[in-house]
């Protein structure tokens, strides 16, 4: 039951991370410049609100979820190492 929630929430993490780099790398194809500068700019507040999304889910989950602390401790690792 513990990977089960673990991959899921790795899951929701990647698929809103996917979305948000969509958005953010999208380019608009309207032929109006009012239509192209309205995409424009909701694409890229949604890109920035899903970042943020992400930043907060996952700042949540790496206190609870067991692949989430083993990755952050893997990372930390490889800081330490590398910087000292």
Same mark, same amino acid.
């Given at each position: 039951? $513990?990977?089960? $929630?673990?991959v899921?929430?790795? *899951?929701? #993490? ?7 780099f969509? !958005? ?9 410049l009012?239509? !192209?500068? #309205?995409?424009? $700019?909701?694409? =890229?507040?949604? *890109? ?6 992400? *930043?907060? #889910?996952? =700042?949540?989950?790496? =206190?609870?979820?067991?692949? #989430?602390? *083993? ?7 490889v800081?330490?190492?590398? !910087?000292?």
């Amino acid at each position: 039951m $513990i990977k089960t $929630i673990s991959v899921i929430r790795i *899951a929701v #993490l990647l698929t809103l991370g996917c979305v948000a780099f969509i !958005f953010l790398f999208g380019e608009e194809q309207d032929e109006s410049l009012s239509a !192209f500068c #309205l995409h424009f $700019i909701f694409d =890229k507040a949604l *890109a920035a609100v899903l970042i943020c999304h992400i *930043a907060l #889910l996952y =700042k949540r989950w790496r =206190k609870v979820d067991p692949w #989430l602390k *083993a990755y952050d401790r893997m990372c930390g690792e490889v800081m330490d190492r590398k !910087f000292n």
